[in-house]
């Protein structure tokens, strides 16, 4: 009998493993189908907010499954419920960078034995949940380098890890076309400065130009701040991280930018104070980083 809340099932029109979260949040537009991953069991499941998401079944799951609800147990007071201490979950880690597969019905529920092959095909494979730029990068910094390594992430239909998948400014060539920033994310130092109208976010690293070398440089109006945080990194000591969008030559020839989009949550940039490296953790454990938005 499970002990703690079931958060992660089948799901049979994408024939993987997927977490609670984004089975609950994907069922705005399209209720999966999901499913108790145990080869015992197979009951259908559905995704439910209470205090925290969770995977419940309205039939109960098999006798001796381990995502059984565990016993009733006696109080010690007649009549009143057993005092239970309030589950406590981690925010599970993005292993996609995008808003996930595409989701595509099936004509028909799944039989048992297709349920049977499904959970044994997936039974070592992590749950798709996929994450917005921020998200990663907030996985990103709670890593370890150790983690970084064997942590999943896909980007860009790349099956990467959070270590490949993050491209350090610092170990570039000076060549800005050579950053692949389409199918990786790039970071490095960056200063934060404001001025009357604007934000102006300037690279570190400096890229070949003809004889000489020009930073990267990314303009905020204060109408439309992108990020919405940005004020609060002036005068510090930052990071700049960029997915998804290739710079180029400023009309004026003295540095390298590129527009953002600020519509998009898996592209574009996002900054997080400290000059952060491949080799450092702003956190020494995922759960001291679950309340707070950018680590």
């Known amino acids: 009998m499970r002990d703690e809340l079931m958060t992660e099932a089948l799901c049979w029109e994408l024939e993987s493993k997927v977490t609670v979260d984004y089975a609950y949040t994907a069922r705005a537009g399209f209720e999966l189908a999901c499913y108790c991953p145990h080869e015992i069991c197979l009951v259908r499941v559905y995704p439910k907010r209470r205090v925290n998401t969770y995977f419940y079944a309205p039939?109960?799951?098999?006798?001796?499954?381990?995502?059984?609800?565990?016993?009733?147990?006696?109080?010690?007071?007649?009549?009143?419920?057993?005092?239970?201490?309030?589950?406590?979950?981690?925010?599970?880690?993005?292993?996609?960078?995008?808003?996930?597969?595409?989701?595509?019905?099936?004509?028909?529920?799944?039989?048992?034995?297709?349920?049977?092959?499904?959970?044994?095909?997936?039974?070592?494979?992590?749950?798709?949940?996929?994450?917005?730029?921020?998200?990663?990068?907030?996985?990103?910094?709670?890593?370890?380098?150790?983690?970084?390594?064997?942590?999943?992430?896909?980007?860009?239909?790349?099956?990467?890890?959070?270590?490949?998948?993050?491209?350090?400014?610092?170990?570039?060539?000076?060549?800005?076309?050579?950053?692949?920033?389409?199918?990786?994310?790039?970071?490095?130092a960056a200063t934060v400065v404001e001025r009357d109208y604007c934000f102006l976010i300037e690279s570190r690293k400096k890229f070949q130009h003809g004889t000489g070398k020009l930073p990267l440089r990314l303009v905020s109006t204060k109408r439309n701040v992108v990020p919405a945080y940005l004020s609060e990194m002036t005068g510090q000591r930052a990071t700049l991280f960029w997915h998804g969008v290739a710079p180029e030559l400023a009309d004026k020839g003295n540095a390298f930018r590129f527009e953002v989009d600020s519509r998009s949550a898996y592209a574009g940039i996002a900054l997080r104070v400290g000059e952060l490296a491949p080799w450092t953790v702003t956190m020494t454990t995922k759960a001291s980083c679950d309340g707070d938005s950018r680590c």
């Open 59 to 188: 039939d109960r799951h098999i006798t001796g499954c381990p995502n059984e609800a565990r016993s009733t147990e006696s109080s010690l007071y007649p009549g009143l419920p057993k005092p239970r201490t309030p589950d406590v979950r981690s925010k599970p880690v993005p292993n996609v960078l995008g808003p996930g597969p595409t989701i595509k019905a099936k004509p028909r529920a799944p039989t048992k034995t297709e349920l049977l092959q499904l959970a044994v095909a997936v039974r070592a494979l992590p749950a798709v949940h996929p994450g917005t730029l921020e998200e990663v990068i907030d996985a990103w910094t709670c890593m370890t380098p150790d983690e970084r390594a064997t942590q999943p992430l896909a980007v860009a239909g790349r099956n990467l890890t959070y270590e490949t998948a993050f491209t350090f400014l610092g170990g570039a060539t000076d060549h800005i076309d050579s950053l692949n920033a389409r199918d990786r994310i790039i970071f490095g």
